[in-house]
């Protein structure tokens, strides 16, 4: 296999607050290879984002403090001055973010705003720039894109901003493509659209996705690995297929249990993860998860180590219960309460 | 209007339809309208849960805030209870507001951020002068804990709560006048999955506690099934498609309604896949000047020459099933040559124009034959 093109370290991010030391992103390692889509899940708060956005340099500033490494073709990005990571940024990373209506700039025309992405990393005039512009539009998909490039974004429906943003963020031939919920705010037609774009695109350019959503169904057929966090840790990582069919981690099951499918019988009830995300400023002892797994014992006083517990290489997991006992216990958990038991 | 168990209806529509006027020039002279809701009739029984789907723009928060007379409608019959209500004063509604309530799809806007949750949710007992200021108090504080927060609560403002528990406050809202309806629009698509499943739950129970009425307003037809009796399916402000939810994730009818159920995100690697997924081309088109005939023909993969030209009835397939569509899907030769347009069909359709043809007996989610 080809040399990573990522590689994350024991990556940690923590803020200085009023309230005391936010425990963001503690002890996070992957590493991304090209052609690769990485997705990574989790509840709002359980650092997938403040993950992402270090990696573009977004989080640098007074209050933050960084641990660990990333490292991109040879450079450790947490090293380098914010005027070198310029260079990386919308270069050799691209993101896309979450809310396509607040993402473009409403007083400019989308045209201007690709174009602008373009002439800010590569020297080419302002027809060059647009001519460019037209045929990314072109590319994800927007019709008449010579008309259309001159639009505002106002005159765009929310799907085809979303695209727009995916143009402005593929505009430079990004290595690595970072989508951050890109299709939350979208209807599930336009969802299926934008992730069927995204994997086409990915092949196009050659690039690596690193894709975050707090919904595993999205990440279910484009993913090659899923990563899972829970208050800015790993809690389980490994092939999709393992993931899914092989779940580990009892959070995994009430996330798998939280999604109504349309692919099984409706249950009386769906199964829901008690209570809320704990603070990442006192975190609970021990795992993470204790306070709301079902089936925390003794043992989870102790905080288990990310590894692998499984016969499959590659498939980790922080979870100090038995793997028979999970394999029998899991279903409850991931086909909530069946109509037959209610 | 038939409801398929007898039961009387809760509120029924006949008809209704939404414009909004555009308008234009220094006389502000209408130039053109927005065909928001457009000639859509249905009624739902006491106690049933209607899931209202569709894409954005397809007139479905138009159409649930028309029901509850956020927005007069520009034409057609309301009936609460067998009393029409399209045409009632601000005065004459106010009794009606304590009947029918509504939860709102953004839990960070639709609560008052300056306003304490106690005054948030007793606000509408005040305003119906109900209870002492003590009694209300109690009152607030028993439906704090009946959604799942604590009484202590009280005193707080909603940017101390997370978006769950502020979608909570707003269903303690809604709750408060014990009201028979209740329109939740989008209640959940603000939330993160795991969130949504307990509000989903949350909803189930309040419904078995207080024997209340839903319209469930959505895009996501997995939640719809989960909570719906029966669901509604529109697009460009036109009814579709009704069937029974079960039944509608069988047997869709209508290839908009295969379209929207092949769209749902399915959280298994090789089911999903493996499944055909038929990804709709473009957006949905504007609905000032929508498109002729099937508004959904641009965009259906079956479409033909009489799909352009002629409006489909809403044609009534048996088991309560309605759809409106030339050339519907899983429809075998009896049902077809027995189905009837529908009373709801609206005016502007050819009611003769009953489909001839069935395009085909796909199962979109599952790719085998339907059982």
């Known amino acids: 296999m080809a040399e990573p093109l990522l590689e994350v370290e024991d990556l940690s991010v923590h803020f200085a607050t009023e309230d005391g030391l936010v425990r963001a992103v503690d002890g996070v390692s992957f590493d991304l290879k090209r052609g690769e889509v990485l997705g990574i899940v989790g509840e709002s708060g359980s650092g997938k984002s403040v993950t992402a956005m270090t990696i573009m340099g977004l989080t640098r500033g007074v209050n933050a403090r960084f641990g660990g490494s990333v490292r991109y073709a040879g450079k450790d990005l947490l090293q380098i001055s914010d005027t070198e990571m310029q260079d990386y940024r919308g270069n050799e990373i ?64 929310g799907g085809m901003r979303q695209r727009a943003m995916i143009a402005m963020a593929l505009s430079c031939n990004p290595a690595i493509l970072i989508a951050d919920e890109p299709t939350t705010a979208l209807d599930v037609t336009i969802q299926a659209q934008i992730i069927e774009l995204i994997g086409r695109l990915k092949d196009d350019f050659d690039s690596a996705v690193i894709m975050i959503t707090h919904d595993l169904g999205v990440v279910a057929d484009i993913a090659d690995d899923i990563m899972v966090m829970y208050a800015g840790r790993v809690v389980e990582r490994g092939a999709t297929r393992d993931v899914f069919y092989d779940p580990q981690m009892p959070y995994t099951w009430g996330l798998l249990g939280s999604i109504p499918r349309l692919d099984r019988p409706r249950p009386e009830r769906l199964y829901s993860i008690k209570g809320t995300p704990p603070s990442l400023i006192n975190a609970p002892r021990g795992c993470k998860f204790r306070p709301r797994c079902p089936h925390a014992f003794e043992k989870c006083q102790e905080e288990p180590r990310l590894e692998q517990r499984v016969e499959t290489p590659g498939h980790l997991d922080r979870c100090w219960l038995d793997v028979d006992f999970k394999r029998e216990h899991r279903g409850a958990m991931i086909a909530g309460e069946s109509t037959e038991a209610a | ?60 928060s138009t159409l649930g805030r028309t029901i509850v007379r956020l927005l007069e409608p520009t034409d057609g019959q309301i009936l609460f209870r067998g009393r029409q209500i399209e045409d009632l004063g601000p005065r004459q509604l106010r009794p009606l507001r304590r009947e029918m309530q509504m939860v709102f799809q953004d839990p960070y806007a639709s609560l008052n951020p300056r306003k304490r949750v106690g005054t948030i949710v007793g606000d509408p007992l005040k305003i119906h002068k109900i209870g002492d200021a003590k009694q209300r108090k109690a009152q607030v504080e028993e439906l704090l804990e009946t959604v799942g927060l604590s009484p202590e609560h009280y005193n707080r403002f909603p940017h101390e709560f997370s978006g769950g528990q502020r979608q909570r406050i707003g269903i303690a809202r809604a709750l408060a006048l014990r009201p028979k309806l209740i329109v939740a629009d989008e209640p959940v698509s603000a939330l993160d999955v795991s969130i949504q499943s307990q509000m989903l739950n949350l909803l189930e129970d309040l419904q078995n506690e207080f024997q209340l009425t839903y319209i469930f307003i959505a895009h996501d037809l997995g939640v719809v099934r989960h909570v719906s009796d029966r669901i509604a399916v529109m697009y460009l402000g036109k009814l579709v498609e009704l069937s029974p939810a079960e039944e509608l994730y069988q047997r869709p009818i209508m290839p908009y309604t295969e379209a929207l159920l092949s769209a749902v995100p399915i959280p298994d690697p090789d089911l999903a896949r493996r499944r055909k997924r038929i990804v709709l081309e473009g957006d949905v088109p504007s609905p000032i000047n929508p498109p002729s005939g099937c508004r959904f023909h641009p965009r259906c993969r079956y479409a033909t020459e009489v799909c352009r030209e002629v409006e489909p009835p809403l044609t009534d397939y048996g088991n309560a099933h309605l759809a409106a569509c030339h050339h519907p899907l899983n429809v075998d030769a009896a049902t077809l040559a027995a189905a009837t347009a529908s009373p709801q069909t609206p005016r502007a359709a050819d009611e003769d124009a009953l489909p001839q043809d069935s395009a085909g007996a796909a199962d979109p989610v599952r790719g085998d034959t339907p059982g």
């Open chain 2, 1 to 60: 209007m038939s409801s398929p168990n007898g039961s009387a209806p809760l509120i029924e529509l006949r008809h209704v339809k939404k414009y909004f006027p555009i308008r234009k020039g220094v006389l502000q002279r209408e130039v053109a309208r927005v065909h928001a809701v457009d000639d859509v009739s249905f009624a739902v029984r006491e106690g049933e849960t209607l899931g209202l789907v569709g894409e954005s723009g397809c007139g479905k």
């Open chain 1, 94 to 157: 691209g993101m896309i973010f979450q809310d396509p209506m607040t993402s473009l700039n409403p007083v400019y025309r989308v045209g201007e705003q690709i174009s602008e992405a373009i002439r800010a990393h590569e020297k080419v005039d302002k027809r060059g720039a647009r001519r460019r512009s037209v045929e990314l539009l072109k590319q994800v998909g927007i019709p008449n894109p010579e008309s259309r490039v001159d639009d505002f974004p106002h005159q765009f429906s």
